[in-house]
Structure formats: structure tokens, C-alpha cells
């Protein structure tokens, strides 16, 4: 079974090369070409912990091209998916013109090369309900009867992607077709039993795919509304997490309070839900609650540090700011709290050192403009007197160990952890000030 690709992002990468590394044949095309370029000399063009890796094994056992023809793509293809981007839109829309491009060029050239074998296409974008099946429409409408549509949304989180490609929870597919089926196991039978493999109409698998993303955003703005009352009430949000998350029913993932989601996907989808209801005429007080939530979250750490400083004061200190991703082990930065945090702080503070693991290049990329914000390599040769405070906006283990003895070398002795990620009662019995969330 020959596999093509179409868009090279998170999404279609991970799965063209990971796809590759299970035996299949996958050509991946992308408009970009110098993106193209690239992944054929085995350069990906984000950070993903041993995507790399796997596509030097794959280019060199000839299993994986890559092109910027869809015409070359499609000529190679038994099944199809679609990766592109569905950016955010006007009025928290997704933009669907990447996918309708597609649509169009897909039918366009299958129609003139005249293929006649079954091409069966699964839509791995986040499209809106209904889409798979206007798509299925326009290529009937076109007497293109030999392509087959399902939708196939993807679960995988950024710095995990390839481990969570190859341990999915499950596989969706939107369709109830026999012939998607069949194409779906021998697909998938190499990953997932068969029966974690669970087929629904293609409008529910749709929507599957913005309520798992929009349940995750309502469980962490959830526990941030917590973190509220329990910083007031002196009680402290781990032990609630913890208190709560041992239920099997409620769970332990996803409810560390902090300073908010970013990223490309819940901040867009959110949106791009509330957006769908509103369509639709519905009324839909809980995700607009999960979306007003995390915009106040965001301000958290700052106005904790306004309560502590005035602005005059804030304008003489140094800060260590460590953190710049939206979540660690990614260069990511879409959406990240901890840019924002910057953007709002540099303005008011005389200078500001980030130390960021991953993201620095993107980071760097993304600030540039702001003058007092300067990139450190490590921390390995940081002199801690240097600086007055440290704020921690991404929740990277090492910034947990930090040594008590150059924490209290801060000129004020002082940590804001937007990520709750160090231990409160150890920092304050060394005499450090400590400020997380909800604790
Ligand atoms: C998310 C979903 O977890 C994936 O299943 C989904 O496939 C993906 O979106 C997508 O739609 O493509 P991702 O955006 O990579 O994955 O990152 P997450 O690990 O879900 O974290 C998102 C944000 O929530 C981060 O900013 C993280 O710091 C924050 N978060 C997460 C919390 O504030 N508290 C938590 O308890 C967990």
C-alpha cells in the first residue's frame, strides 16, 4: 500500500515518516520548497525528540520521498492523507482555504490523470463537523467516484508526537464504509489492536476531535478557577490536584494549575469550538467560560508580581525568566504564555535574561524587537547576584533542581513559578520568597 502526504507540518511529518518506518512506501509533498529540500537532505524543520532520527533510517532504506508535486504524489497513492494547517480564522473561525485548495488540486488531477483505482483520503486536518462529508460531495458532484473519504483526527502532543504515534489511546475514523475499514486496519494493525481502532460517521469524528481537545482546556482552566479560592483560603492546589486526580472517574492528567494553555492547538480550538456553536445558533457557556479563564490565568504571574513591586521598582531589577515554550520540548512558541509574559514585562523591567532549553532560536526569532530581553546558553555559568528575581513560565524538570544556595543569591530572594514546579516549603524554609499558583 503506497502512502502520500499532503503538508508538512507537525502533523504530516510525524505521520508520513513514522508511517515510512512501519514498512510503508510514503512520498510527503508540501508547497514549501525549501522545506522540501530540506527533509530530503533528512533536515526536519522543528524540534521533535527522534523524528530525525527516524527519517535518516527511512530516506536511506528508500522508504520515504519527498515532492512538491501533487501530481507526482497522487500518481504514487493507494490512501491520502491531508495535513495541512486550519489556522485561526476571523472571529476564531478556523481558515479553511489550505484545505480547500487541496480539495480542488486533489480533484483536478485526479480527474485529469484519469486514475481509476480506489484512492481512499483520510482528513487529518482539525476541520469543522461536516467537512469530510461536503469534501465527499464535491468529488461525487464531479462524477469522481473512486475516492474515498473518512476522517481521521490526530491525538498527538508536541515533544511527544513519535511516541504517541506509535502508543495511541485510539484511532478514530470518521466513516462507516467497508472499504475505509479494511484500508484502516492494514493501516493501523501495526500500531493498535483492532478493537481500539473505533469507527463513528465522519460529523462525529469531527467533532471527537475539537471535545477531546476542548475536555483537556476545561480540565486546566478548571483547576486554575481552583487555584483561586485556594490560594485565598490558604490551602494548596498540589494537594487538591492530587486530592481529586486519585479519583479514577476525575484522573490525575491535566490538572496542574499554572499560568494557562498556549500552543497551536487548544487556544485555536477553543475558538474554533465557541465559533461552531455560535454558527449553529447554541448557546455554549462552558467552553466561552474555559477560553475567559485561561486569559485571565495568563495574567497570573504578572499581576503577582505587580503585588509585590511597583513600577518604579520593577524598572531598577534584572530578572532570570526561565521558559519561552508553550511546554517543554518544543521550539514551539505559538501561543506561548511565556512570550507573552515577556512581551508585557520587558517594557517595565530594566532587563530581562531568558534561559530556554529548546525554543531559543524561535524565541530569539519572536523577540527580537525587544532590546532589554537578551538569551542566555545555559545556567551552567550564570551569576545568580546578577539578577533580582526568577520567573518560570515552562515546566522543563531541570528548573525544579535548582540549588537552593544560588537561589538565595538573588538580590531579592524571590521566585514567581508560573508552572508550580518547585517545592514551596523548601524554598521558604531557606528563607526564599516564593510565589506559584494556588499555593
Ligand atoms: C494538544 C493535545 O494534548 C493533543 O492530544 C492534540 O493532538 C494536540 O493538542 C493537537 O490538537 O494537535 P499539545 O498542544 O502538543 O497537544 O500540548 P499539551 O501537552 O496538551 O499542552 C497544551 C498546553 O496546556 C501547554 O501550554 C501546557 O503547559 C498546558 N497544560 C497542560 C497545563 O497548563 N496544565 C496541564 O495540566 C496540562
Redesign the pocket.
Given at each position: 500500500m503506497k502512502i502520500g502526504v499532503i503538508g508538512s507540518g507537525y502533523?504530516g511529518l510525524v505521520t508520513g515518516i513514522c508511517l515510512a518506518s512501519l514498512g510503508f512506501k510514503v512520498c510527503i509533498i508540501d508547497s514549501n520548497k525549501s522545506k522540501i529540500n530540506k527533509l530530503r537532505k533528512a533536515k526536519v524543520p522543528f524540534f521533535e525528540p527522534r523524528l530525525e532520527d527516524i527519517l535518516h533510517t527511512v530516506l536511506k532504506k528508500n522508504k520515504i520521498t519527498f515532492s512538491t508535486s501533487m501530481r507526482t504524489m497522487i500518481s504514487k497513492s493507494d490512501v491520502i492523507f491531508i495535513c495541512v494547517g486550519t489556522p485561526q480564522g476571523r472571529s476564531g473561525k478556523p481558515n479553511l482555504l489550505y484545505i480547500n485548495q487541496v480539495k480542488k488540486e486533489l480533484s483536478k488531477h485526479i480527474a485529469l490523470q484519469k486514475v481509476k483505482r480506489n484512492i481512499t483520503i483520510f482528513i487529518k486536518s482539525?476541520v469543522p463537523p461536516k467537512t469530510t462529508k461536503s469534501f465527499q460531495d464535491y468529488f461525487l458532484k464531479k462524477n469522481i467516484n473512486n475516492v474515498h473519504f473518512a476522517s481521521n483526527p490526530?491525538?498527538?502532543?508536541?515533544?511527544s508526537a513519535v511516541h504517541d504515534f506509535f502508543n495511541p489511546d485510539r484511532i478514530i475514523i470518521g466513516s462507516n464504509s467497508p472499504h475505509i475499514k479494511q484500508v484502516a486496519f492494514k493501516i493501523y494493525k501495526k500500531i493498535i489492536s483492532k478493537r481500539k481502532i473505533v469507527f463513528t460517521s465522519s460529523q462525529s469524528s469531527e467533532v471527537i476531535k475539537y471535545a477531546?481537545?476542548a475536555f483537556?482546556a476545561t480540565k486546566?482552566s478548571f483547576i486554575n478557577e481552583v487555584s483561586r479560592l485556594t490560594e485565598v483560603v490558604n490551602a494548596d492546589i498540589l494537594e487538591v490536584s492530587n486530592g481529586i486526580g486519585l479519583d479514577k472517574r476525575i484522573g490525575k492528567?491535566?490538572?496542574?494549575a499554572?499560568i494557562?494553555?498556549?500552543?497551536?492547538?487548544?487556544p485555536k480550538?477553543t475558538l474554533a469550538l465557541s465559533a461552531e456553536y455560535r454558527s449553529n445558533h447554541i448557546f455554549s457557556p462552558l467552553i466561552n467560560a474555559v477560553i475567559k479563564i485561561n486569559e485571565t490565568q495568563k495574567k497570573e504571574l504578572l499581576s503577582k508580581i505587580f503585588s509585590v513591586f511597583t513600577k518604579q521598582e520593577l524598572s531598577t531589577k534584572s530578572v532570570l525568566f526561565l521558559g519561552s515554550a508553550?511546554?517543554p520540548y518544543t521550539d514551539d512558541i505559538r501561543d506561548s504564555?511565556g512570550i507573552f509574559i515577556l512581551q508585557e514585562l520587558s517594557p517595565i523591567i530594566k532587563d530581562i535574561k531568558v534561559y530556554e532549553p529548546i525554543a531559543y532560536k524561535t524565541s530569539m526569532q519572536a523577540l527580537k524587537n525587544y532590546k532589554n530581553i537578551h538569551f542566555l546558553k545555559d545556567l551552567k555559568s550564570i551569576s545568580y547576584e546578577c539578577f533580582h528575581f526568577i520567573v518560570i513560565a515552562t515546566?522543563y524538570d531541570t528548573f525544579s533542581n535548582l540549588k537552593i544556595s544560588d537561589l538565595k543569591r538573588l538580590k531579592d530572594c524571590m521566585v514567581f513559578d508560573g508552572r508550580n514546579i518547585m517545592s514551596k516549603s523548601l524554598l521558604e524554609n531557606n528563607g526564599i520568597k516564593y510565589f506559584g499558583v494556588g499555593r
Open positions: 502533523v482539525t490526530e491525538f498527538l502532543r508536541e515533544g477531546a481537545n483537556l486546566i492528567n491535566f490538572l496542574n499554572g494557562g494553555y498556549g500552543g497551536s492547538c487548544f480550538d508553550f511546554k504564555i515546566e
